[in-house]
């Protein structure tokens, strides 16, 4: 998934995954800020297990228009996610 988004202050972005496969845990995704990678997301919400929703929260983002990546990485077999609300948050 990866999208842009113009931060008119340094912000962060809030977003809700699951991954709904049985006996595994929600997987996080490395995040990427115009190409390069950033420390991994912090969980602020939800539950870690599979079937629940769990919020994620990006490392801080300077100002600037941005290109953000969520990338779930190919482990085995087939796996499927979701990815919902998508919030954009910036300091004042």
Do not use: C
Not at 8 to 37: C, H, Q
Not at 62 to 87: C, N
């Amino acid at each position: 998934v990866e999208f842009s988004y113009n931060f008119a202050n340094p912000g962060f972005v809030k977003f809700w995954i699951n991954t709904p496969n049985p006996g595994y845990d929600n997987r996080i995704p490395d995040v990427y800020i115009d190409g390069l990678i950033q420390t991994n997301p912090t969980s602020t919400g939800g539950k870690a297990s599979s079937f629940y929703w769990m919020q994620l929260k990006t490392a801080n983002i300077p100002a600037g228009t941005h290109t953000v990546k969520l990338d779930w990485m190919r482990v085995g077999q087939f796996f499927y996610y979701s990815l919902d609300e998508i919030e954009f948050w910036e300091y004042r």
